[in-house]
């Protein structure tokens, strides 16, 4: 076994074909797998065993994901053996069922080999048992001299490329599912990984947007601050890790956005990761709280489990809504939502990434956590200058304004965030296409501000 404590990576790339050029390595390494299965087997029934060449490390011009990935982690032997029994059924569904049946033809029973059935999975999923069965054999000293391999401590399990299943209390715990995470199972087998989509499984929505900074307008004050959460965007590897600030700071940054809503909060907070290459994802606080006991745990769980190492900026839209002032404990709710509220405090302050805290009032959130926050960042309502440039830039370009629009004194006059003014600029485009009128005047504009105004009570 080898001791190894990699800082372990995805790394999404195709696999060349076999047109003349390299076999990927994953393939040599299933068909070096499935001999050393038969050898285990044959061992185990007192057969003749057959010969089995070496495992070959991947050629330096195989750059397959999963050759990638072992050149990166370098695992021992055990190890890659270990990953390959975990990942086999997701590339051949009966792997291990056909190698027991050239075994046992006329069928039977093979306990010690371990396995499960899957749900919907026809085919044989191997358990921790399967994994020391075939490492081991049946000899007790070196089950034993195994047993460290399947440790949470060991990398595999660390940094939850394998799990094992939970099992009833009571069974052997090596009896559970030996389990990969999908991500690298995904990446091991099409050398790409897929975003998350928003479930209750992982309750977060992926951000994405076409505009740019050029399309944001905010006071001078909030550019260099934004400017200096840039810098921490760019900068934080080499300060945490080349600089081993690691061992003086905490990691991750923490900050929270506060202001009106349509100040430029979720759009600024998307911008940041166009620009420097990380996925953003905004958090459904409606699908992470339950009023189930023990659930919102288990939802934030599986959100940061699943953000873990990736470099994703969190979003936390309405944050207040679970990081208001927390209550006195006058009953057992008040004791539980307290309790989630640290828990997620705790994953927080432990989140590698950027974690973004949005709330519209500054007052709403516990004084206990603004002081983890980083850096605080106040959107304020645009001034009527700013307005100004909402409006000259919120106007597509097939659309042409009459000689009586006067943006600057429409700015002037009403007052209204950038998200009421793309509303009344939509609602006056739809108009003008109804009409086949592609000319909009002043009267258009203003009627469409006092429709946004009746909206917001005003």
Known sequence: MQATSPNITLTPQAAPSQNGRTVPYLIKALEYLQ?????????????????????????????????????????????????????????????????????????????????????HHRGTLPTGETALFLLAGSNPALRLYLLPLFSKEQW????????????????????????????????????????????????????????????????????????????????????????????????????????PPGTGKTLTATLLGKYTGREVFRIDLSTVISKYIGETEKNLAAL?????????????????????KRTGVRDAHDKYANQEVSYLLQRIEMHAGLTILASNFRNNMDDAFIRRFNSLIYFPAPQAAERYLLWEKAFPAAISLHKDVNLRSIAD??????????????????????????????????????????????
């Not at 050898?39 to 050759?67: C, I, K, N, V, Y």
């Not at 059924?89 to 033809?105: C, E, M, W």
């Not at 994703?312 to 809504?321: G, N, Q, V, Y």
């Open 304 to 324: 940061f489990d699943k953000a873990e190492d990736k470099q994703w900026i969190l979003f936390f839209d309405e944050a207040d809504a679970i990081f208001g």
């Open 156 to 259: 595999l399990f660390k940094y939850h490329i394998l799990t094992i299943e939970t099992v009833a209390a009571g069974e052997p715990p090596l009896s559970g599912k030996l389990l990969i995470d999908p991500e690298f199972a995904e990446v091991f087998t099409t050398g790409k990984v897929g975003l998350p989509q928003l479930s209750t499984a992982f309750p977060a929505e992926h951000l994405t947007t076409q505009m740019t900074w050029d399309d944001l307008v905010l006071p001078e004050n909030v550019w260099k601050q934004i400017q200096e959460l840039q810098n921490w965007l760019k900068h934080s590897k080499t300060l945490m890790q080349d600089w081993g600030m690691h061992k003086k700071l905490k990691p991750g940054y923490k900050l929270l956005f506060y202001g």
């Open 35 to 119: 001999s050393f299965v038969a050898g285990r087997l044959a061992t185990h029934l007192q057969q003749a065993a057959p010969e089995a060449s070496p495992l070959p490390l991947p050629q330096e011009d195989d750059h397959s994901s999963f050759a990638q990935f072992v050149k990166q982690h370098a695992p021992g032997h055990e190890e890659l053996i270990l990953l390959l029994i975990a990942l086999a059924p997701h590339i051949v569904a009966g792997f291990f069922d056909s190698q027991i049946q050239q075994f046992l033809p006329q069928g039977g029973e093979l306990p010690e080999f371990g396995g499960a059935r899957g749900q």
């Open 413 to 458: 006059v009403y007052e209204l965030t950038g998200s009421h003014i793309m509303n009344v600029v939509q609602y006056v485009c739809l108009t003008a296409l109804e009409k086949g009128d592609l000319s909009i005047s002043q009267q258009a504009i203003v009627q469409g501000v006092k429709r946004e105004l009746e909206k917001e009570g005003k």
